[in-house]
């Protein structure tokens, strides 16, 4: 039996399943959740935190491809010493305060266990559940987790095409996906849905409110991409990626002017803060007018100085950071890049005394 035949035979009744149930059926308030229009306190506490890191680790880092189609084995994805604690520790001590895991890039390898799925770590030569020790990591270091997860899927969709809408059979796994990530691992703070443009407008209400049922605090982002946010700066909303609770700025920092969080949208007014989303990773070859996600074996980090000078930027200018770091083949942030964040976390601290000291009263010595 083909991989297709399989997904039609087994998701559908698991999909079935779930909308018959009492667990599978939309509750009333999560049928009318929609971005806040003024401050609700599930966002003055992500605007509290301020900082978050994402980490990029997938098929992809075993590939030397950001944009790995998932034409590869499952068994090609194999980290030798997976530590992800390792990941949040340095997180934590870099200060951050919530972390975000790609638990579905582009090549549909998904990093959980995914029922009646076939390319996942249950197939792979590592099994080990990244998304449930991701989770665990971040409660054990007292970080907020969140997910990221890809639209744009090659190996679901049977072809590479940035542009064309998904089919309804593929919005099934997405929802069971989605589903899955929020009913195994409760307490969600944050979901990242990127290449939203090849949704609908009633899918992408569909996948906001099912995150909402499951997670009702949960942040939800829809990110804006690349070319997007660097004409906007997260001054206005792209339909595109509409509904949302935050403007995200792929690899672009906030206007000078800093972020006005009341912002109008098709008449409305809404609230949504602004989330700077940084790689910290090298200029990627292959496409030069952007950074890499992920670790390859020709990855350097940027400078510290360059890093803090972000950190920097985005505070004084009242906007969150979320920072990238790039695990390796190994399962582990590699030694260059936890030195960098050091140095790093020296410079924040060494600012943010700077900022605590206290100033000195006209006319004293």
Known sequence: MNRRNFFKQITVPIISALAQSPGGQLRADSLAAEPASERTPALTEYERLKFGVSFHFSMNTFTDNDYEPGKVAATTYNPTRLDVRQWIREARDLGAKYAVLTAKHMSGFCLWDSKGYDYDVAASANKTDVVAAFAAACKEYGLRFGFYYCILDPHNEGTLDWGAMISDQYFSLIRQHITEL??????????????????????????????????????????????????????????????????????????????????????????????????????????????TWFWHPWYKTQSAEVIASAYHTCMTRRVNLLLNLAPDQTGRLPDEAVKTMHEVAERIQNWAGRLDAPKAMPGSN
């Not at 979901?191 to 209400?205: A, N, V």
């Not at 000078?256 to 949208?265: A, I, K, L, N, Q």
């Open 182 to 291: 929020h009913m195994q691992y409760p307490n969600t703070f944050y979901q990242l849905f990127d290449i939203t443009s090849k949704l609908s407008p009633s899918q992408r209400w569909g996948l906001y409110r099912l995150v909402k049922k499951y997670s009702p605090n949960c942040i939800v982002v829809m990110n804006q991409d690349f070319d997007h946010s660097r004409r906007n700066q997260g001054r206005v909303c792209e339909p595109a990626s509409w509904p949302t609770d935050v403007i995200n700025g792929e690899d672009t920092l906030p206007p000078p002017e800093g972020h006005e969080p009341h912002m109008t949208f098709e008449g409305k007014a809404y609230y949504m803060p602004f989330e700077t989303w940084l790689p910290t990773g090298p200029i990627y070859p292959p496409m030069p007018r952007v950074h």
